[in-house]
């Protein structure tokens, strides 16, 4: 095997290190690692992989079974590698292999593997294990049905010869890596198309990291609709996910992408779909893309799924919220305060409804999720905003499927019955104005002054109403003259990372404390609390930590503020960074997915 | 922070063209369950441009109440046209003689609705030994309470009241058209005319 020059790359392409395995023992400074970020690509260990080299027309492939990086800062990987048919042709004789087969190279000598630049890896490849090898986990139908390249066969390269047995290890690790692994089938249904989630993997060897160049625009539709290197762009469907354990061979995995969901409607819902969810996990894309048609699910409308949140018992019903809250802001709220990802979709106003006074139906993922927050709304007083404990129920969307009683059209029966002519039907049924010398124009108006009646007993009662809930507002403000609370983001503007309770303790009073941080290689420009929080602080004192957390370094830097400086000079001085504020006795929290996803963002300003 | 002032110019002229949009539709309802899209559509071209027509779908309020709808037209002076002529005649749509009432839509009215721009919204949990949990607490019970009372409003009163006026109606109109029925036979059939001719009164057909 050739080794590789080194490629020139055009452009530097995007990079970043996943976890970290262990540190090398024998040479200074190796660290090793079990994946990584390339290319808008996540890589992971025993990840099968296309290497391109200069003179040839179709990639290699290898598995990765080693990663590291060098004292001087050099990526490599060590790549065993898998023969094509034609490359080992010579030696198969009579051997007709199939159509994507290929063969594992094993044995001792040249050819087995090598130590390459990472830079040379091209892309993923779906490399399965079809061998009946009883510690071959057997693959299932989806996984051949996806896979790029199968192989049972191993080559020696030692002795040139093609057997199906395979030995304990394999260019000094062990066999069971190259086979498939028992996978985890993980089929993830709903989505928050607000934003992007990974899943909250709990091995360590898989990091999901994803970058994504949100800055351009708050909306939701924009942020979904990211220009990912291999993505078509597509919309609305479900796929399905195979976790890999941290041994695991193969990652057949379909690709998840966020929907645009104002793109796809429901034709005969309003405007916005809400109840269109999608898989969020932004994975990493193969370029196997067209195949997955097939399993595109249609998004159910918000009918049905409200319907079937209904039966199974996760559906609520928050009541008195701002009535300007738009469905987004609604699960933008669920999502800060309980930590979880829901639907909602605010009621639209009537007539009847109450002026200052907001209702939303509210999708949760289980029921006990749904219990959990009822519980929690009823104990404790969520206050939104300026004085609005949120009452959330279970309460029962009405059904449409029962046929509406509608008072008012008369017809005489007996006219009903007989045949009319046609012209005298058209008549009576053309929408027109009523005209002032027929009984129908009489009772149009006794309909009218039944109309206004009823508009002013509805205003009588919402007056009413209205002054009760005053009464109590204002008694909750003489006891809060200063508005405290917590800010809630919005999701889609904002993603960075959470530092876990690491607070670090100045010295002197401190009133407020800013950290901020970047990550390395890609600032996000994020709009600034600090505009939105009004808050001032004057800059003391900065240590700049390089750490690495979860795999992914940044950069961390603390300020001390205090409320007679505006941050906003300090952080201009910074560039654009993203800002978070905590008080002293709170510590920073919430929880890192591994990934540039914002979660809990709290702050208590005055 | 120059990102941040484009994205909050972006969303402030979404919100303006939203908000524009909103002058521009009427808020429709009293509508017959049995109108759809081309139906109102129809009914109102021959006065107005509709740009669009969308049902808002009844979630929480009782089944019996009737459709509403939000129409936009192509322009404010329509929108407002249409309403003040359905205030001053009544317009029937399929439901007669029920006429449908028209108002000017709300922002709240409107399903998929872009975010206000530089709203803030902000939370806070209040726990049993906060001060103010007792008034949080009652204002909850408020919001109960009245969406009890409109609850009951609406189908008590509301409904009932349609359904009596409705029902009345119906006995006037049939009292009304056994009335023609007679008179209607009574002519067909040459007994008024002999009538007219016993009593030598001249009966001419007007």
Not at chain 1, 393 to 410: C, E, Q, S
Not at chain 1, 473 to 482: A, F, G, M, S
Not at chain 1, 490 to 505: D, E, H, M
Request: glycine share 4%.
């Amino acid at each position: 095997m050739p080794n590789f020059l080194e490629l020139k790359e055009e452009e530097a392409l995007e990079f970043s290190w996943g976890h970290k395995r262990c540190l090398g023992g024998t040479y200074n400074g190796v660290q090793f690692y079990d994946s990584f970020t390339y290319d808008g690509i996540n890589y992971s260990l025993y990840d099968c992989v296309y290497m391109w080299a200069d003179d040839q027309r179709e990639p290699y492939i290898g598995k990765l079974v080693k990663i590291w990086e060098t004292a001087s800062h050099k990526k490599k990987v060590k790549v065993v590698w898998f023969f094509r048919p034609i490359e080992i042709a010579h030696w198969l004789g009579d051997i007709k292999p199939l159509k994507t087969e290929i063969f594992l190279a094993t044995g001792e000598g040249k050819g087995l593997f090598n130590l390459n630049p990472l830079e040379a890896i091209s892309g993923k490849c779906k490399v399965v294990c079809v061998s009946k090898d009883p510690r071959n986990a057997q693959p299932t139908e989806d996984d051949l049905r996806n896979a790029d390249y199968i192989f049972y066969r191993t080559f020696d390269v030692g002795s040139c010869k093609v057997s199906t047995a395979f030995a304990d290890q394999v260019a000094g690790i062990e066999v069971k890596h190259y086979f498939n692994s028992r996978k985890v089938q993980k089929s993830i249904l709903d989505t928050e198309n607000v934003a992007n989630f990974p899943v909250k993997d709990g091995t360590p060897a898989r990091v999901k990291t994803k970058f994504s160049d949100t800055s351009a625009s708050t909306d939701v539709p924009e942020i979904q609709a990211q220009k990912r290197r291999k993505v078509e762009g597509s919309l609305g469907y479900k796929e399905k996910l195979d976790v890999k354990d941290p041994f695991g061979k193969n990652i057949s995995m379909s690709k998840g992408v966020n929907i645009n969901d104002k793109a796809s409607k429901d034709p005969h819902q309003l405007g916005q779909n809400k109840g269109m969810k999608s898989d969020s996990q932004v994975m990493e894309v193969t370029s196997r893309l067209d195949t997955d048609s097939s399993k595109w699910f249609k998004i159910q409308s918000w009918d049905d799924r409200m319907n079937a949140a209904h039966e199974k018992g996760t559906l609520v019903l928050f009541e008195n919220l701002d009535p300007s809250y738009t469905s987004t802001e609604v699960e933008d709220i669920v999502f800060h305060v309980f930590n979880q990802q829901v639907s909602a979709k605010m009621i639209q106003h009537s007539p009847f409804s109450r002026p200052n006074y907001g209702q939303a139906f509210v999708i949760f993922k289980t029921r006990d999720a749904a219990d959990v927050v009822i519980s929690q709304l009823k104990r404790r007083c969520l206050m939104l905003g300026d004085r609005r404990p949120v009452v959330g129920r279970r309460a029962k969307p009405t059904d449409p499927r029962n046929p509406p009683k509608f008072f008012g059209h008369i017809s005489i029966p007996k006219l009903r019955l007989q045949k009319q002519h046609e012209d005298m039907r058209n008549a009576v049924s053309t929408p027109h104005y009523s005209q002032s010398n027929t009984v129908e124009f009489d009772m149009a108006m006794e309909w009218c002054s039944l109309y206004g009646r009823s508009k002013l007993w509805w205003e009588t009662l919402h007056q009413e109403q209205a002054k009760e809930t005053e009464a109590l507002r204002n008694e909750i403000k003489i006891h809060h003259p200063n508005e405290q609370g917590y800010l809630v983001f919005p999701l889609s503007f904002y993603n960075f990372l959470l530092l876990k309770g690491q607070l670090l303790p100045f010295p002197g009073s401190i009133y407020q404390i800013l950290i901020a941080m970047h990550l390395s290689g890609s600032c996000i420009a994020v709009a600034l609390m600090t505009r939105a929080l009004n808050v001032a602080g004057r800059f003391v004192s900065a240590t700049v930590y390089r750490e690495a957390y979860m795999g992914v370094p940044f950069f961390c830097t603390v300020y001390e503020v205090t409320p007679t400086h505006r941050v906003g000079h300090i952080v201009q001085a910074l560039g654009s960074k993203v800002i978070y504020k905590c008080l002293e006795d709170v510590p920073i929290f919430g929880h890192v997915d591994g990934a540039a996803s914002m979660h809990i963002i709290s702050s208590k300003y005055t | 922070m120059s990102m941040r002032r484009l994205l909050m110019a972006a969303s402030a002229e979404e919100y303006a063209a939203f908000e524009e949009r909103v002058r521009r539709t009427v808020y429709m309802d009293n509508l017959s369950p049995q109108v759809t899209e081309n139906v109102l559509k129809a009914a109102l071209d021959q006065f107005v441009n509709v740009v669009n027509v969308q049902f808002i779908p009844n979630y929480i309020n009782p089944q019996s109440l009737p459709r509403a709808a939000l129409v936009e037209m192509e322009t404010l002076n329509q929108a407002s046209a249409i309403i003040a002529e359905m205030a001053d005649s009544p317009f029937m749509v399929l439901g007669m003689p029920r006429p449908v009432r028209a108002r000017t839509a709300e922002v709240e009215m409107f399903d998929s609705r872009p975010k206000k721009p530089g709203r803030k919204i902000t939370y806070k949990w209040l726990d049993p030994e906060d001060p103010d949990f007792e008034v949080a607490r009652k204002i909850k019970v408020l919001t109960r309470k009245h969406a009890s009372e409109t609850e009951f409003l609406l189908n008590q009163h509301q409904l009932k009241e349609e359904e009596n006026l409705a029902n009345q109606q119906l006995e006037t109109l049939k009292a009304h058209y056994k009335k023609y029925e007679l008179i209607d036979a009574v002519l067909s059939d040459n007994t008024a005319k002999k009538l007219a001719d016993r009593y030598r009164i001249p009966l001419s057909d007007a």
